[in-house]
């Protein structure tokens, strides 16, 4: 019997199967559900404090230009409700680890969203960190050091695990995730996913690209989950973008990771979903006699960090220069 247990952010799973963040776990109903399909834990949609602002601001301008700050603080407190009541309702049906998550646009919200989500009882907590950088003056590195002042604020006001999950636009992942483990964050996700942009080339607008991520996106999370995983050994990791079948479960836990978070194949397929990638996971691992989760995991993380970039660029000029 293949023992699929593995640890992430200090939390125990009975396996590494996480349904991410989004709509999929906006209720505690479905969660249960994804509980009885088997997922190891849950990260609850976010609370995205931008979403807050926008919808304030939009009823002051449109509907009641003199309300000022009245609504903010109306919106504020219903979402911050609706919120805390998922948490705890999703605690109270399931038995598994339940994660919230939050995203917040301003410096100032962040650490009391986080406190209100532990109050209310979630086992860990993820910090959606993803965010474009536009500004011409921008100062370089400046960024990375907004999200570790944000993850040091938010683990010194609560006991909960912090988790960061990071977008793939970074110049050197590993040195913000070292800064990251030194304020505080138990685990990184690798990576969120952003919206996709396109064109309709008839109207002539923007619109929005593939919703859905598809499995060749998994590339990202290994490249930097088995760098990521030598250079900060300290660290948990998860993956995030592309984990479709078991053998995408498989490539991330020989990266390094400890856990796989999976989204858009369970929108494409359901729950069924869920438990064919773990029975796959299982096969594999009876195939090549690996009787627990921590037997393999790593076993194809960087090896020599400082020949990485050599390596890249090295299988780079092969299969390119191979190319009529
Ligand atoms: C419809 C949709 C809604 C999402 N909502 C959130 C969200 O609220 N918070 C978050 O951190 N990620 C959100 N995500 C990102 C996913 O959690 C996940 O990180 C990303 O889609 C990559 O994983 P995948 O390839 O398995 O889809 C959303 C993704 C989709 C497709």
């Known amino acids: 019997m293949s023992e699929l247990k593995t640890t992430f952010a200090g939390l125990e799973l009975k396996n590494p199967f996480i349904v991410s963040s989004s709509n999929l776990t906006n209720s505690a109903e479905k ?15 976010s609370l995205f404090e ?14 009641h230009p003199d309300a000022g700050d009245y609504f903010q603080g109306y919106l504020r407190a219903h979402y911050l409700d609706e919120y805390t009541r998922l948490v705890k309702e999703s605690k109270q049906k399931c038995s598994i680890p339940v ?25 860990a907590i993820e910090l959606n960190l993803m965010a474009i950088q536009t500004g011409l003056k921008y100062e370089y590195g400046s960024f990375e050091q907004k999200l570790a002042g944000i993850v040091r604020h938010v683990a010194s006001q609560v006991k909960i ?17 070292n800064m990251l483990h030194a304020n505080g964050a138990k685990a990184v996700v690798m ?16 619109c929005s690209g593939q919703v859905l991520s598809e499995a060749s996106e998994l590339a990202h999370a290994l490249r930097w989950i088995g760098l990521a995983s030598a250079a900060v050994p300290c660290m948990d990791y998860a993956a995030s973008g592309g984990v479709s079948d078991g053998a995408g479960i498989v490539k991330s836990l020989l990266a390094g990771a400890s856990a796989v978070e999976v989204c858009s ?5 359901g729950e069924k979903r869920l438990g064919t990638m773990l029975d796959e996971l299982k096969a594999w691992m009876e195939r090549h006699r690996f ?11 960087a ?16 299969y390119f220069g191979g190319k009529q």
Not at 50 to 63: A, D, K
Not at 99 to 115: G, H
Not at 193 to 204: A, L, N, V, W
Request: glycine share 4%; net charge negative.
């Open 99 to 123: 994660i919230a998550s939050i995203n917040c646009y301003t410096d100032q919200e962040w650490e009391k969203f986080a406190v209100l989500i532990q109050e209310a009882g979630a086992d």
């Open 31 to 45: 969660n249960l559900a994804w509980e009885q399909a088997g997922a190891g834990a849950i990260v609850l949609k």
């Open 303 to 318: 090896k020599d960090l400082e020949k990485a970039n050599i390596f890249e660029r090295t299988q780079f000029m092969k």
């Open 50 to 63: 931008e979403q807050i602002l926008w919808e304030s601001s939009h009823i002051m301008t449109e509907e």
């Open 161 to 177: 695990p912090v988790i960061a999950k990071i977008g793939n636009n970074l110049t050197n992942p590993l040195a913000l995730i």
């Open 291 to 301: 009787a627990s989760v921590n037997d393999f995991k790593g076993r194809m993380k």
């Open 265 to 269: 194949a369970l929108y494409k397929d």
């Open 191 to 206: 990576f969120n996913r952003f919206y996709q942009t396109d064109i309709d080339i008839e109207k002539m607008e923007y």
